[in-house]
């Protein structure tokens, strides 16, 4: 990786920690370079300790303290510098965890958003990104700051050690020259083992979550034992990558404190000709230049850290750059909008002409499309698989923008193109899905979900009535029956009328249902059509179905071919009520 673009994978990540994240760090930074002030200071204090108690001869003179005084009065001023020594150390370690802590807030809440306003996010790649990713990636950010500050602190100690004796230093400073070829030997087996850590935790993550969708498959034919193999391999994978950063990354650190032990020792021995003129300051010089080493190996750990962490600092630039920035608007946008209040329309009618849309990277999308929903009618969307149906309600909602053509809604004030008037139309409109939403909580929660205002038990009851959910009313607990995340207790079919009663209690006057009585039994689906029916005239009805009966309601049938051309056709309503069948668009 080129300078140029490992500092866009840092500018990307600062930026993304947000303000308090930076704070934070800035404090960290700070705190590291007071610390070199009181470990000089605690450096002094311990040689004019040493004066007074007679331990060693010499000068400890110190300016506005003047000579040494009573071993009870230097005791107490050592005493004095060591605990503030040590609560900059507690401050420094304290800023430098809010970093990482402000920094995984800030990431996390903007995955969460993106993940949510997307819709089409595979959740393996959120789990990874909310977790071992931002996780990762805040450590490398906040170690960078502890970084700077370590940096910092070592070349103040070391112009401190410089002053007290120019040649000696030099000649510490020569022992570093067999720390560079260890560190580069370390570097890349670090470097190799923490790509391995990302990919290997990401493949886990991935495969588990395909795994816990379609565990009844997996049972069934026969792919448990394997699946279990599979996945025990990658996770011994990203254990033995571990095993092996840690140790060589932990080896990165010990070395400048085994150089440093060994400087300290010769020092020591030639001590009494380098500080012959005030042996006192031996003391001095000695605790700076363990203090030096001791901060080598801290700056050799951390940038041991940030190079393990920096595979997944790639991944969340790689992220924000190429998913987050150009949907952050967007986002943005939504966020404000769903938190208002807007009124919808009272009816509204739809129109698609010459509508083209197109996936990125697909091979074929929706074009020319022509459709027409007149307000209070039931239109029945039917074909293959693949074919677009989702797309085309997705472009119905205008949750996405056609890329040529116009959506016009048509309302009793007047006509508007769609998008202009997107959250009205949302305010207007209900979903139910072939996956239904359900929450932890209460069945009265569970149906206050979603709803643009408060609804009374009455309301929710017959909202109930007319989904056919009798099961409620006969369970014992009425509305303070609790449902779990999963609908634990309720088939598939229970469910789902749920979803209807809680888009009936929305009293939409656009009713869009996706696969809305795929799980029902015949009699179930007969019963809840007649309640669909009946909302016919005041309600534009838009239907996605496989299924025979729904399309005895519809006015017209929307048919995709497995090419995905479409036709709109009159449906079995319009025909038995005998009014003239319009030209439909092809």
Not at 203 to 215: H, P, T
Not at 299 to 326: E, F, H, K, Y
Not at 357 to 370: F, M, T, V
Request: contains cysteine; aromatic residues 8%.
């Amino acid at each position: 990786m080129s300078m140029s673009d490992g500092m866009m994978v840092w500018r990307s990540a600062f930026r993304l920690g947000g303000s308090r994240s930076r704070r934070w760090g800035s404090v960290s930074t700070a705190t590291g370079l007071l610390a070199f002030v009181f470990d000089f200071c605690f450096a002094l204090t311990l040689q004019r300790f040493f004066v007074s108690i007679g331990l060693v001869s010499g000068s400890a003179d110190m300016p506005l303290l003047g000579a040494p005084g009573s071993p009870a009065s230097e005791a107490m001023l050592f005493v004095a510098a060591g605990l503030l020594k040590s609560l900059t150390v507690w401050a420094n370690s304290v800023s430098t965890g809010a970093t990482q802590v402000a920094f995984e807030a800030r990431v996390r809440s903007l995955i969460a958003q993106w993940s949510l306003a997307d819709g089409k996010v595979a959740s393996g790649r959120v789990a990874t990104l909310f977790g071992d990713i931002t996780l990762c990636s805040a450590a490398a950010v906040s170690t960078s700051y502890y970084f700077v500050g370590r940096l910092l602190m070592l070349g103040a100690t070391l112009v401190t050690l410089l002053v007290y004796s120019l040649e000696t230093t030099a000649a510490v400073l020569l022992l570093l020259i067999f720390l560079t070829p260890a560190h580069r030997l370390l570097d890349g087996v670090i470097t190799r083992a923490s790509a391995d850590i990302q990919q290997s935790l990401a493949s886990v993550n991935d495969r588990l979550m395909r795994g816990v969708k379609n565990a009844i498959f997996l049972h069934i034919h026969g792919r448990l034992g394997r699946e279990v193999e599979d996945q025990h391999a990658l996770i011994s994978r990203f254990e033995n990558s571990s095993l092996r950063y840690y140790s060589f990354a932990s080896a990165r650190g010990v070395i400048p404190q085994v150089v440093g032990i060994c400087a300290v020792v010769l020092i020591a021995l030639q001590g009494s000709q380098v500080f012959a003129d005030n042996s006192a300051t031996l003391i001095a010089y000695l605790y700076m230049v363990m203090r030096f080493f001791q901060t080598l190996a801290e700056v050799a750990r951390v940038t041991a850290n940030i190079r393990g962490n920096w595979p997944r600092l790639q991944v969340l630039s790689d992220w924000c750059r190429m998913d987050l920035a150009p949907v952050d608007e967007a986002i943005r946008s939504e966020l404000h909008h769903s938190r208002q209040a807007v009124s919808g329309f009272d009816r509204v009618g739809l129109t698609l002409k010459e509508v083209d849309y197109a996936w990125p990277g697909a091979c074929r999308g929706l074009e020319k499309i022509d459709l027409e929903f007149g307000p209070g009618s039931a239109t029945v969307i039917v074909g293959p698989s693949g074919v677009g149906k989702t797309t085309l309600l997705l472009l119905i909602s205008s949750l996405i923008r056609p890329d040529q053509g116009s959506i016009t809604v048509s309302t009793r004030e007047g006509a508007f193109e769609a998008f202009d008037v997107k959250h009205r139309l949302l305010a207007t409109a209900a979903y139910v899905g072939p996956d239904p939403f359900v929450i932890d909580g209460t069945v009265r929660e569970f149906l206050a979900f979603g709803q643009s205002e408060s609804k009374t038990d009455e309301q929710m009851w017959q909202a109930l009535a007319k989904a056919h959910c009798g099961f409620i009313s006969q369970s014992g607990a009425g509305l303070e029956h609790r449902l779990s995340e999963q609908g634990g207790g309720l088939s598939a079919g229970q469910k789902q009328r749920l979803s209807i009663a809680r888009a009936l209690l929305r009293s939409p006057h656009l009713l869009i249902l996706d696969e809305a009585t795929s799980n029902l039994d015949a009699d179930s689906e007969l019963a809840i059509i007649d309640t669909v029916r009946q909302l016919k005239g005041e309600v534009t009805i838009i239907a996605v179905t496989h299924r025979d009966a729904v399309q005895a309601i519809a006015d017209s049938i929307v048919q995709f071919d497995s090419e995905g051309r479409v036709t709109q056709v009159a449906g079995e309503a319009l025909v038995e009520r005998g009014e003239p069948v319009k030209e439909w668009h092809e």
